[in-house]
């Protein structure tokens, strides 16, 4: 029975053993390219050359606390300071030195993670005062093989507020054996009395330019080929972040591995999600131009392609802000393409600076209202609008000056400026001058009508102080253009005079005649406003239907209402 059982069943061939490959796991770049020495570590110059000093002149602090950017070298440096304390040399004979061997075993443990002296501790996981209890009986007793024992403690921000308090007397007189190494992150959160008792070092980001540089050592190491563009795109989304910027090569080189060939701008920005700078030249030069189907056309082709639309109004900010720079006269970024580079210096030659800023704000709001908006596109869409007709519009000084001096303010073109020209430069695009000739401007002497005009007028003309203060203190016993006559009850120093007849001089081209007498005179500006306020609020409270909204809400108060000025 049992044979025959056996028999009718097919158990085919047995299983194979699992083979275990030879070959080492792979290891990510970040931890493969960890920096083993100082000179190693990018960024960081001064913190290095610091260390450096204290340990030839034996002025060792006993606590250490670094700070700074996640993936700047934190955990790293305190790595290194260990190493740096505890390197016997080559021949066992060394001291503690800047640059330590690696190959001693005080130096091999440690960067192993193995050594008995050298103890790292998580604070994100080890909170409590109990952990902390540990740290100070153990630190009681001499170190076992090595010079010195060493605590890192990691992200020490996490530690509890009565961890904290419990560290502080051993942080503060620690046995002569012991060092303390902190990590933060959010040095904000560390109490003052454990900053009093460490030695700072802020970790600075490090530059994109710097980070390309080492990416392009890390590429050639690997046997990667690597666009100098494409390194750049990394290092600059990296912000800072060596970690960041490794990750973000190790995915770029497993991409490009699937593409077969190396490392690329092109395949960087469809796998970051970025916009590329081609395009967004394009779509700066539709914006220009006044081309708002165009416009509109474009950004949908970027986003059919995944490019996310917040990416796109952020790569036109990039764009603005380094036309700026570029008009300013700050040297190009030797990694730039040189189409980007022509470019911004045709567009610096062409745009003035109240258009780049007017640009500027118009996309930070629409970068904004992107970044917190339902429908993205949409939001970018409507942005990109705003920004194209905002062209239209009459620069506000000028329009001010217009009205003051009785011209008839200059005619807002209702179509927008031609469409670019097949060279694909852009147009001047400086606000109210885009579709139209310059209007000329009126070389005579110009007499507010009114002294509140001639108020404004100073306001809009950069005179903010001298505006304020006649706004709120001059009290106009007459006022006949180019004299007027101020009352005695509000005292005007020598000083405000002085600096008042030359403002008028300058911004109305002739010289006035201001004087003071004792005569009461009429209210000031500020209190014929609040007049009018209170009288506009008081017909409001009077009305039939605001009678009966406080019948039915006693607690009610009229906070404001259409037309109410401000009291600035």
Not at 134 to 147: C, F, G, K, N, Q
Not at 298 to 327: A, C, N
Request: net charge negative.
């Amino acid at each position: 029975m049992t044979t025959a059982m056996s028999d009718s069943f097919d158990l085919g061939e047995p299983p194979q053993p699992v083979k275990t490959p030879d070959a080492p796991a792979y290891r990510v770049l970040a931890r493969k390219y960890r920096p083993q020495t100082f000179s190693e570590l990018i960024g960081q110059d001064a913190m290095v050359q610091t260390l450096g000093n204290a340990i030839k002149r034996d002025r060792l602090a006993h606590a250490f606390l670094m700070t700074g950017v996640r993936g700047v070298g934190k955990t790293s440096t305190a790595r290194l300071i260990a190493k740096a304390l505890n390197c016997i040399g080559p021949d066992g004979d060394g001291g503690p030195t800047i640059d330590p061997c690696g190959v001693c075993e005080p130096c091999r443990a440690i960067a192993e993670g193995r050594h008995i002296d050298v103890i790292e501790m998580d604070a994100a996981s080890h909170t409590g005062v109990d952990d902390v209890r540990e740290i100070i009986d153990a630190s009681r007793y001499s170190a076992v093989t090595a010079r010195f024992k060493i605590y890192i403690i990691d992200e020490v921000h996490m530690l509890s507020k009565n961890a904290f308090n419990a560290l502080l007397k051993t942080l503060e007189e620690p046995p002569p054996h012991v060092k303390f190494l902190f990590a933060t992150t959010e040095v904000n959160k560390v109490p003052v009395t454990v900053l009093s008792r460490c030695q700072r070092f802020d970790l600075r980001r490090i530059s994109a330019e710097q980070l390309a540089k080492h990416f392009a050592w890390v590429s050639t190491e690997e046997g990667v080929t690597a666009d100098p563009e494409a390194l750049m795109l990394i290092a600059r989304a990296a912000e800072g972040s060596a970690r960041d910027g490794l990750s973000i090569l190790d995915q770029a080189i497993a991409h490009a591995g699937l593409e077969g060939g190396g490392v690329t701008a092109d395949a960087v920005r469809q796998m970051l999600g970025l916009s590329d700078r081609g395009a967004v030249r394009d779509l700066l030069t539709l914006i220009l131009a006044g081309d708002g189907a165009g416009a509109l056309a474009s950004m949908r082709r970027q986003y059919d392609y995944g490019v996310d639309p917040l990416s796109v109004l952020r790569s036109l900010l990039e764009t603005v802000h380094g036309i700026t720079l570029t008009k300013v006269g700050t040297p190009a970024d030797a990694a730039q393409p040189m189409e980007e580079r022509a470019a911004r210096e045709e567009w610096a030659a062409s745009l003035g600076f109240p258009a780049l800023h007017r640009l500027w704000q118009l996309f930070l709001k629409g970068h904004d209202e992107v970044a917190k908006a339902a429908l993205p596109i949409e939001a970018a869409e409507m942005a990109l609008l705003r920004a194209i007709y905002a062209s239209t519009l009459p620069d506000p000084g000028e329009l001010a000056r217009q009205i003051a001096s009785g011209a008839a303010p200059a005619a807002t073109p209702t179509a927008p400026p031609p469409p670019t020209p097949p060279s694909g430069e852009a147009p001047p695009w400086n606000a109210g001058s885009a579709a139209k000739a310059p209007e000329p401007v009126a070389t005579g002497p110009i007499l507010p009508p009114t002294f509140e005009a001639l108020v404004d007028l100073l306001d809009e003309s950069g005179g903010l102080a001298i505006a304020a203060r006649l706004r709120h203190g001059a009290r106009v016993v007459s006022y006949t253009p180019p004299e007027f006559v101020l009352s005695g009850s509000r005292p005007v120093s020598a000083d405000t005079l002085a600096e008042l007849n030359t403002l008028l001089k300058s911004v109305t081209r002739t010289a006035w005649k201001v004087s003071i007498v004792d005569a009461p005179g009429a209210p000031t500006l500020r209190e014929a406003q609040d007049a009018a306020d209170a009288a506009v609020r008081q017909a409001i409270l009077e009305s039939p239907i605001m009678k009966a909204a406080v019948a039915a809400f006693p607690d009610a108060q009229l906070e404001s209402w259409p037309g109410q000025r401000s009291n600035a």
